[in-house]
């Protein structure tokens, strides 16, 4: 089921509508929604100037506060999940700093993968110039493990750079830690960065691909998260469907979108 904020009044169209948020899963305890590309998750000193937000759209659309218990970059969409209360909030963290919270991203990279594996790479902290000036800079890196998986290769007759061709790859993703942008800077030292990546990507790449299919996004989709509900202990999935333009990009690249179709959007494991 989809919702959006209301924008009947008169001077709706003076305003910027806001993003429309869909439902993935709500009980008393928790809620989760499908976070669009390009929203963030709460407001910041640094995104003064936006007026959205989706803790703030999720809010309006339950009825009651919510939590953030976890991360999702604002270029990323996909399944995030609020808590209702506090005490819910510190279960749902505990289970994420526990691994106990298990999340399955969709990527689309450059280059074509053949075999999938598990990087083991240490990851500095990344400080913000600003929020950060009091951090420590010399901070040892920390843990970090992403398992990747290739599901789709595709190489298409179109020259991108000095190659003829150009080749890309659709990657299963989960993460086993959880650092700053970890998906987008380890598939940067694998060398298949995420399409779409302004920070840690090929700029080449990202404007060959604004340019021949006319969509600007970073391609990394949140698509499912498995975990024990807080208070029912009840293991739980919620899954999301992949927006509409990736299957735009799956009929250019060669693909069937079989492989994004998803089962219901929670269901008992």
């Not at 510190?90 to 993968?113: I, P, S, W």
């Not at 298409?156 to 299963?172: E, M, N, V």
């Not at 509409?244 to 079989?258: K, M, N, P, Q, R």
Request: glycine fraction near 6%; charged fraction near 25%; include cysteine.
């Amino acid at each position: 089921m989809s919702y959006s904020v209301d924008n009947s009044a008169p001077e709706a169209e003076e305003r910027e509508v806001a993003p429309t948020i869909q439902i993935l899963y709500e009980d008393e305890h928790m809620v989760a929604i499908h976070k669009p590309a390009g929203l963030l998750v709460h407001k910041t000193y640094l995104a003064r100037k936006e007026r959205f937000f989706a803790m703030q759209l999720t809010r309006d659309l339950v009825g009651c506060h919510v939590f953030p218990v976890h991360r999702l970059d604002r270029p990323t969409s996909g399944v995030l999940l609020f808590a209702k209360s506090s005490e819910v909030a510190r279960t749902l963290c505990q289970q994420f700093e526990g691994r106990d919270v298990h999340k399955h991203y969709l990527a689309l990279v450059r280059g074509n993968m053949s075999e999938g594996g598990e990087l083991d790479y240490p990851l500095r902290e990344e400080l913000d110039d600003i929020a950060d000036k009091h951090a420590r800079k010399d901070k040892d890196a920390q843990e970090a493990v992403t398992q990747y998986a290739p599901l789709l290769n595709s190489e298409i007759l179109y020259p991108s750079g000095r190659y003829a061709t150009s080749r890309f790859c659709l990657l299963h993703l989960s993460p086993l830690t959880g650092r700053k942008h970890q998906l987008r800077r380890h598939m940067a030292h694998l060398r298949h960065p995420i399409i779409g990546d302004t920070t840690h990507g090929d700029g080449k790449q990202n404007r060959f691909f604004r340019e021949h299919f006319g969509i600007n996004r970073l391609w990394l989709l949140a698509q499912k998260m498995t975990l024990i509900h807080p208070v029912t202990g009840v293991p739980l999935s919620i899954v999301t469907e992949p927006e509409a333009e990736w299957s735009t990009v799956f009929a250019e690249l060669g693909w069937h979108d079989d492989v994004l179709a998803t089962q219901p959007s929670t269901f008992i494991c």
